[in-house]
């Protein structure tokens, strides 16, 4: 299983940015996903998760009314749209997929939110 992200950057506050994550396995409908982040000097951090189906989502509140996550299994694809973004969402963002069994991760996305 191979995840790779895409679309970070660098963004003023306020700003908007979409992150992808591309997967390549044939089971991806099969798979929850993650986007975690981890800021320098912090531990890793969930930021939000999505069932298989994509019916179910969980938010970290620190995110709730700004990220939106969602995915396209026919793309065998993960995407996290972040909207008013802060400074303090400044981090590398993985995705990452789990099947009750395995874990697998991405490699990372840097995001910097500064004016």
């Known amino acids: 299983v191979q995840l790779v992200e895409s679309g970070g950057g660098l963004v003023q506050p306020g700003g908007s940015l979409r992150l992808s994550c591309a997967a390549s396995?044939?089971?991806?409908?099969?798979?929850?996903m993650r986007w975690y982040r981890q800021a320098p000097g912090k531990e890793r951090e969930l930021v939000v998760a999505?069932?298989?189906?994509?019916?179910?989502?969980n938010y970290a509140d620190s995110v709730k009314g700004r990220f939106t996550i969602s995915r396209d299994n026919f793309k065998n694809t993960l995407y996290l749209q972040m909207n008013s973004l802060k400074p303090e969402d400044t981090a590398v963002y993985y995705c990452?997929?789990?099947?009750?069994?395995?874990?697998?991760w991405g490699q990372g996305t840097q995001v910097t939110v500064s004016s």
């Open positions: 396995v044939f089971t991806f409908s099969r798979y929850g």
């Open positions: 999505i069932s298989s189906g994509g019916a179910v989502t």
């Open positions: 990452n997929a789990f099947n009750g069994v395995y874990s697998y």
